[in-house]
């Protein structure tokens, strides 16, 4: 070694300085790859936890929906005929016998007075919405 | 500069998840709405046809006081008709 004694120095330290550099480098390439995996092991636990959400609700709908159907299809068949059958024959009723409107009928058409339509009753009726007839209306005499 | 196989693989895979995850939320919610849906359906049905059978049975009480309601009961087939003493249907032979 006949280089004088500052160069060398110099070149010591920026070989210290290098490998530092190069050693932090290396650290935060590790940290990234660590950083990307425990990323991928939480969006994947998510995801699959998604997949099973939809799996089970798709599962849940698919049972659901033949018996569903069927009862609508029933009730607009069968039974949505029949409530306006009734309530037609009711409302006629209620004309002759004023005591049968205020006493049974008006507690589920919502009025005073027993309409002149059927309309009430149907898939988008609002009068028969409510699920029980009220509490305090007028007793039957 | 140095490649990472591994650093690109978790980062494709990672794309992936962020591709995956959204999909699987819209259906998740798409089903959850068809879900609410039929069970919406499914209350209306049965709330309109209990009403219906309170409105009937409100009607066969009120039979009791008023007997007149009764042919229109027996029409809607809510109230069978007494059955008939068997000598007032025999035909008389005279």
Redesign the interface.
Known sequence: MTDPDLPADAKTESLVGLDSWQQSFQWL?NM??VV??L??VL??S??LY??R??SL??R??NE??PG?EK??AE?QGK?FP??S??LS??QA?ART?P??GP???N??LGTSSPPAAVAP?G?A?KP??????PANRTK?R | MKRQPLALTLMMVLFLNAVVAPILSYRFIQITREQNRLKMQYNAVNGKTQLLQQLLSEALEYSRKDPTIDPLLEKIGVKTRPATPVTATKPTNK
């Open positions: 390439r990234f790859v990307l995996i990323l991928v969006s994947g998510l995801n998604l997949y959400q939809v609700a798709n849940q709908l659901t929906r569903v009862m609508v009730y039974t029949f409530i059958m009734v024959n009711f009723f016998t005591d049968f006493a049974v009928l507690k589920y009753v898939p009726a028969v919405a409510t699920n029980a007839p039957p």
